[in-house]
T-cell receptor, first 111, second 116 residues
């Protein structure tokens, strides 16, 4: 059962432009959402998170938006840089320590 | 301060065999979670250990078992290996104090298991 979905396997943007990565979830019990970034041959690294009591969280160039009614969240990267090229995973968790990940979106930022 | 390390990096086994994967947590962390990442998919939660006891489990059969030691290092054991067990196995350490803090979950580079 895929409770967290990232429907775009890949995304390509020009350096300096905005990157928007999307994620949908089905389980209404999820109350905490995270984005991880993964480079080849490395484990995922935490990027940014948001609690279900908020609809926006910003950290530098990264902003996560949460739309609870649509069960949708998105990650905005502005401005995009070539070093942002990686696979981005959306993840969600409730109160049972079971964190569910999406399949990932490969972001390529072209110089 | 050392990060999360995993051993071995790569491993090849045959169907029916047993395997043990190891993880050393980041210094000061008391919680370790294990994930299975199949090709083209996101990590799937296997289980979590907190202070040497299982503290949550995903949808994996009992032949997936784990241990956490007093120094908070951990093992993942898989018995009766199946071809579908071929995947990248990730461990992640964190420091729980009552409320889970997934922000502080640090992943190791993973062990690539191939079952023939």
């Amino acid at each position: 059962d895929q409770q967290v979905k990232q429907n775009s396997p890949s995304l390509s943007v020009q350096e300096g432009r905005i990157s928007i990565l999307n994620c949908d979830y089905t389980n209404s019990m999820f109350d905490y959402f995270l984005w991880y970034k993964k480079y080849p041959a490395e484990g995922p690294t935490f990027l940014i998170s948001i609690s279900s009591i908020k609809d926006k969280n910003e950290d530098g160039r990264f902003t996560v938006f949460l739309n609870k009614s649509a069960k949708h969240l998105s990650l905005h990267i502005v401005p995009s840089q070539p070093g942002d090229s990686a696979v981005y995973f959306c993840a969600a968790t409730g109160n049972n320590n079971d964190m569910r990940f999406g399949a990932g979106t490969r972001l390529t930022v072209k110089p | 301060e050392t990060g999360v390390t995993q051993s071995p990096t790569h491993l090849i086994k045959t169907r029916g065999q047993q395997v043990t994967l190891r993880c050393s947590s980041q210094s000061g962390h008391n919680t370790v979670s294990w994930y299975q990442q199949a090709l083209g998919q996101g990590p799937q939660f296997i289980f979590q250990y907190y202070r040497e006891e299982e503290n949550g489990r995903g949808n994996f059969p009992p032949r997936f078992s784990g241990l956490q030691f007093p120094n908070y290092s951990s093992e993942l054991n898989v018995n009766a290996l199946e071809l579908d067990d071929s995947a990248l196995y990730l461990c992640a350490s964190s420091s729980l104090s009552g409320l889970a803090s997934y922000n502080e979950q640090f992943f190791g580079p993973g062990t690539r298991l191939t079952v023939l």
